[in-house]
């Protein structure tokens, strides 16, 4: 029994709860909601998946609806969020030409913009 199984296993008896689990396959559902939706969702989406097993729900086919619905979900960027920080002094991200070849770091002069030094504060009466 490797590391994993014996975790589940000690888990799973503190839970009072059986121990039929295939970790490839809840294991291959979280990597998919990790990578297509973003990581915090694949714990809670796992506890979701808990919530319908418990509530008769077949482990196979709900990691197989869910899955596909990581699979489906629009990226980040589609719905709003930016797909990269873009310093403000800089303009917005736009694609390079697929002649120029792999992508490189701007030079030092369209880094994050930096602040300029305070001024000092005004003398007192």
């Known amino acids: ?12 008896a503190e839970l009072g709860v059986e121990h039929p689990v295939d970790s490839r396959l809840l294991l291959d559902m979280t990597r998919d909601v990790a990578h ?18 418990a509530g008769g729900a077949d482990t196979t086919e709900a990691c197989a609806r869910l899955s596909a619905l ?16 873009t310093p403000a002094t800089s ?7 697929a002649t120029s070849g792999p992508a490189t770091a701007a030079p030092a002069t369209s880094g994050p913009a930096t602040r300029a030094p305070a001024a000092p504060p005004p003398a007192g009466p």
Do not use: F, H, K, Q
């Not at 029994?1 to 799973?12: I, K, P, S």
């Not at 297509?36 to 506890?47: D, I, K, Q, S």
């Not at 990581?70 to 920080?85: D, L, M, N, Q, Y």
């Open 1 to 12: 029994m490797n590391r994993l199984d014996e975790w589940l296993a000690a888990a799973a």
């Open 91 to 97: 303009g917005p991200a736009t694609a390079a030409p």
């Open 70 to 85: 990581a699979a489906s979900w629009p990226a980040a960027s589609a719905i709003g969020a930016p797909a990269t920080a």
């Open 36 to 53: 297509c939706v973003e990581r915090p969702a694949a714990p809670l989406t796992a506890y979701l998946l808990g919530l319908a097993v």
